[in-house]
């Protein structure tokens, strides 16, 4: 039965033309957007893309998101395309792991290739562009709803407009599409001032609840909330303010309930390789970055279970993340999960808990900032809303 769906759902979306009207399409009786959760069996997903990958200008904001150790090469590279062979290895890799998931019986969907190296300008600034790697990252899918997130890097502007195709396509076969206030980004969203020298003034100004982003006006990035069900997650983080997550709230409504988390990390930006729900009643957390609300967890019955500490040497190049892209995982259900091919030790935590590995290396691919969470957004999951707590 579920070969017969996925295949029905194949051929509408390889139709060369999109018809004009919503009405031309085809009546679904499940939507063609439908995600609650991080863990129902995943249908259909969006998959990055790393061609044209620029650096992004070394602003004040990607300062306090990047390591100390990589500000030379944004001082040096920004604006510029990242390593030409580097690109290609994270776009044959980003490939096969779009080979792989159509081999476990998942749609994929790209967003389009565009130049990002071109300078653009508005009334508060000019700069160059990013990439359109992490779909994670500008958009989120709440039940049947898009939403395009206010993103707080000034390169990543005009991100959206390699998605926009896709957009249209998922509004025009009946799904809500959604742009959340788009930031002016104008100076007064950030603190030109944020001092930061190394890991340790990171963690005093995060602990004081000091970040470069103010609030001058709503900006999140979509990879700050982690969703399961009727209740969200998200934290306070370099790039997602309290304005944003208000925005969140008031915007989904009494339908939802919309909980703030924070963790002990000297430079917040994206929650899903700090604390990833990976099924119901279970959620990996980094021994780096303790989450600071586990008991909520615990008293719902929910059980966290310690990321192992991540093998990537130190040697390769991690411009935009962590190592701890490690647990930034992918569940095809709750019985499979995609992992890198060189993590074996979160690979045997995934097998103790009875979760089947489905491996595929994405080390250059990592290099621009995202794991296989990063890398995607689930468009469509079997599975209806329901409250977990």
């Known amino acids: 039965m579920m070969h017969r769906t996925l295949s029905r759902f194949h051929s509408v979306a390889m139709r060369p033309n999109i018809r004009a009207a919503a009405g031309s399409f085809r009546q679904y009786t499940t939507p063609v957007v439908n995600s609650h959760n991080e863990w129902d069996p995943l249908e259909e997903i969006i998959v990055g893309r790393a061609e044209?990958?620029?650096?992004?200008?070394?602003?004040?904001?990607?300062?306090?998101?990047?390591?100390?150790k990589h500000w030379n090469f944004y001082e040096k590279y920004g604006g510029q395309m990242f390593p030409k062979e580097h690109i290609k290895k994270a776009v044959e890799e980003v490939e096969t792991f779009c080979g792989i998931l159509r081999q476990e019986g998942v749609i994929v969907r790209r967003p389009d290739i565009i130049d990002h190296q071109k300078e653009f300008s508005t009334p508060d600034f000019t700069s160059t562009g990013m990439y359109a790697a992490m779909p994670r990252d500008i958009i989120i899918t709440i039940g049947n709803e898009l939403i395009e997130a206010p993103m707080a890097w000034r390169s990543r502007f005009f991100e959206y407009r390699a998605y926009r195709a896709l957009m249209k396509e998922y509004f025009l076969k009946g799904a809500k599409w959604t742009t959340a206030p788009k930031p002016t980004m104008s100076d007064e969203l950030y603190d030109q001032d944020y001092p930061i020298k190394n890991v340790l003034d990171r963690h005093a100004l995060a602990a004081q609840g000091r970040f470069v982003t103010t609030e001058h006006e709503p900006c999140f990035d979509a990879a700050d909330v982690m969703r399961a069900g009727k209740d969200l997650f998200v934290q306070r983080s370099q790039v997602t303010n309290m304005m944003g997550i208000d925005w969140i709230k008031r915007h989904l409504g009494d339908k939802y309930n919309v909980h703030v988390l924070s963790f002990q990390d000297p430079n917040p930006m994206h929650i899903d390789a700090t604390f990833n729900m990976i099924g119901e009643g279970l959620v990996i957390v980094?021994?780096?970055?303790?989450?600071?609300?586990?008991?909520?967890?615990?008293?719902?019955?929910?059980?966290?279970?310690?990321?192992?500490?991540?093998?990537?040497?130190?040697?390769?190049?991690?411009w935009m993340s962590s190592k701890w892209l490690s647990m930034n995982v992918l569940m095809l259900d709750e019985k499979r999960v995609v992992v890198d091919t060189d993590?074996?030790?979160?690979?045997?935590?995934?097998?103790?808990?009875?979760?089947?590995?489905?491996?595929?290396?994405?080390?250059?691919?990592?290099?621009?900032?995202?794991?296989?969470?990063?890398?995607?957004?689930?468009?469509?999951?079997?599975?209806?809303?329901?409250?977990?707590?």
């Open 343 to 389: 993590e074996i030790p979160i690979q045997k935590m995934f097998e103790s808990l009875g979760i089947n590995c489905i491996k595929v290396s994405m080390r250059h691919a990592n290099s621009l900032g995202g794991g296989f969470h990063c890398w995607t957004c689930d468009v469509r999951r079997e599975g209806k809303l329901k409250s977990y707590f």
């Open 52 to 68: 044209n990958a620029c650096v992004p200008p070394f602003t004040a904001v990607v300062k306090a998101n990047t390591s100390e």
């Open 286 to 318: 980094n021994p780096d970055r303790p989450c600071n609300e586990l008991d909520f967890f615990h008293k719902a019955g929910w059980k966290t279970v310690t990321a192992p500490e991540p093998v990537i040497p130190d040697s390769h190049p991690l």
